[in-house]
Nanobody, 126 residues
């Protein structure tokens, strides 16, 4: 059974930090890109960051560039999202997802991702 399980969400004050984790199982971790997405109340799902299996390239949405960092622990089949300088507009449900290495054009396009976690809530208080 394919599983992606997010953890680390919670309530944080403006300017604070959180580290999200996503542990995976049931698929060949090395054959997939790993990405983070989020969906805020009343808004569409948004690509946040991706790390590519093919070359290790990382991609970030402009809204989080310089504040968020994506990383991988291959031995643990786990992807992380370190978030700092958090803003109220970062409030959302955060999802991790896996995309087969074949896809290279749209690393922040949710339609290209095959497997999804259930999400973890992040609330940033103003």
């Amino acid at each position: 059974e394919v599983q992606l399980v997010e953890s680390g969400g919670g309530l944080v004050q403006v300017g604070g930090s959180l580290r999200l984790s996503c542990t995976t199982s049931g698929f060949s971790f090395d054959d997939y890109d790993l990405g983070w997405f989020r969906q805020a109340p009343g808004k569409e799902r948004e690509g946040v960051s991706c790390t590519k299996n093919s070359n290790g390239e990382t991609v970030y949405a402009d809204s989080v560039k310089g504040r968020f960092t994506i990383s991988i622990d291959n031995a643990k089949n786990t992807v992380y999202l370190q978030m700092s300088s958090l803003k109220p507009e970062d409030t959302a449900v955060y999802y991790c997802a896996a995309r087969n290495y074949y896809y290279t054009a749209g690393p922040l396009d949710p339609d290209e991702y095959d497997y999804w976690g259930q999400g973890t809530h992040v609330t940033v208080s103003s």
